[in-house]
C-alpha cells in the first residue's frame, strides 16, 4: 500500500486547473522545471540555515504544492498531446535530484544522532531512494511498466518528510526513538527496492 495510490483522485482535483493551464499556453516541460527549481532553492536554503528550525515549516507546505505539481506536469503530458522523449527524462532526473536536495537538510540538524552517525544515514536514505527510482525506471527497460510499489515510495517521502519538517519546524524536541527514525526509513526504502524488482519481473512473467 502507498500514498500513490490515491493519485487519481487527486489528479481528478486538479484537472479543471490543468485544463486552464493548457489554454494559457503552459506545457508539461515548464511546470517539472518550475518545481525543480523551487526544490533546489529550498533545499540548498535549509541547507545553509539548519539555526532556523522554523524554515522548516515550509518543507511540508512544499512538499504538497510540489505534489500538485507532479500530477499537473502527468495531466498535462498525457491529456494535452505533451508526452516527449526530454519530458521523459526531465521528469525522472529532476524528481531524483529534487528529492535528493530537500532530503540533504536533515544532515545538518543534531536530531538524528551523533554528528558522524546522523549524517551518515540520511546519506544512506538519499542513496537509496535514488536506487528505488532507478529500479522503478529500470522495469520499462525490461518491457516492464514503471513501477511505483512500495512501502516507501517518492509521495511516501513526501509525506515522511514533511511530518518531519512540520515537527522540526514547530520545535519538537528529540525523542529516544529519533535516532532510528533515518534507519527504519533506509530498512523501508531497501524493502520498497526489493518490491519494484520483484513485481517488475513479476509482471513480465504474467504475459
Known sequence: MSIYSLKPRFQGLLRPLVRRLASWG????QITVAAALVSAALGIGLCCAPERPRLFLLLPLWMLLRMAFNAVDGLLAREFGQKSPLGAYLNELTDVVSDSLLYLPFAFLPHFGPRAVGPLWVGM???LA???ELA???AVMTGASRRYDG??????RAFVFGLLGLAIGLGLQPQPWTPFIFPALALLLGATIVN??????AELHQR
Open 136 to 138: 522503478g525506471t529500470v
Open 151 to 156: 512501502p516507501l515510495g517518492k509521495s511516501d
Open 125 to 127: 536514505v538519499i542513496v
Open 130 to 132: 535514488v536506487i528505488s
Open 196 to 201: 519494484r524488482v520483484r513485481r517488475g519481473l
Open 26 to 29: 503552459v506545457t508539461a516541460n
